[in-house]
């Protein structure tokens, strides 16, 4: 059975699982070549070798540049590396907040032995099992916490048959109006005084229509452009529920 993961289009997606996990054939599966951000290849970048752990540290500088600067050009992005240890996932965290975008985790709960054994089958993994058993029980120990480290959407995919079914749906945010098109007519503070607004509209040429059950009145555009606002209405005036109801 599909399992549908809604995540936001614009987002930084964290995978999470130890090594073997199938963390980057999840990635190419379900996401752009260019949308995905790998450790391993941050790695080769530095050192010419995937696989030196001295490269680390450089490595997630490059990593965190990238990923930061495709936040800044409001892309999606996603982090290929382990991310089983806390620290990791709080510098992810605090990059997505430093961009306006929410932190998404998608965890990738494979059984250890079948982790041991995808490693010992690849050449280019020259580490044992320990290390594979370590990285399991810092991901067991992070399960439950990844929403209180500010993690907005977390997904667990339990087994290789729940990453195999998986399937990503991208949803559209509630505060996205890119597709929206003018011409507007910008309304600013009126103090949540209706009859200040209902008389801006009609200066606008825009008229109102009630609603029933004596419901705040929706305006109804004669001009063609779209009557919008730029300021907080919720301030101390009588009629401020009013006005918020269009």
């Not at 987002?11 to 790998?38: D, N, T």
């Not at 949803?171 to 109006?177: Q, S, T």
């Amino acid at each position: 059975m599909i399992r549908e993961l809604p995540i936001p289009e614009l987002s930084l997606v964290v995978l999470v699982g130890v090594s073997g996990s199938g963390k980057s054939s999840f990635a190419a599966k379900h996401f752009g070549r260019y949308e995905v951000i790998s450790s391993d290849f941050c790695r080769g970048l530095v050192a010419d070798d995937e696989n030196d752990q001295s490269a680390t540290p450089a490595a997630f500088e490059v990593l965190h540049l990238i990923a930061g600067r495709r936040l800044a050009a409001g892309r999606l992005t996603v982090v290929d590396a382990t991310n089983v240890q806390q620290d990791a996932r709080r510098q992810l965290v605090d990059l997505a907040r430093a961009h306006d975008v929410l932190p998404v985790a998608i965890v990738l709960d494979v059984p250890e032995d079948v982790c041991v054994a995808r490693n010992a089958a690849r050449a280019d993994r020259d580490f044992g099992a320990g290390v594979v058993r370590r990285q399991h029980g810092q991901l067991r120990r992070s399960l439950r916490g990844l929403a209180r480290e500010g993690f907005r959407v977390v997904h667990v995919l339990r087994g290789v048959e729940e990453v195999d079914a998986a399937r990503i749906v991208r949803e559209k945010l509630r505060n996205d109006h890119r597709h929206e098109t003018g011409p507007f007519d910008v309304i600013g503070d009126v103090h949540g005084c209706r009859a200040e607004l209902e008389s801006l509209l009609t200066r606008l040429g825009t008229g109102s229509s009630a609603t029933a059950r004596g419901a705040p009145s929706t305006p109804s555009t004669r001009t063609g452009a779209r009557p919008c606002s730029s300021a907080t209405w919720w301030t101390a005036a009588p009629t401020r529920r009013a006005c918020c109801g269009w």
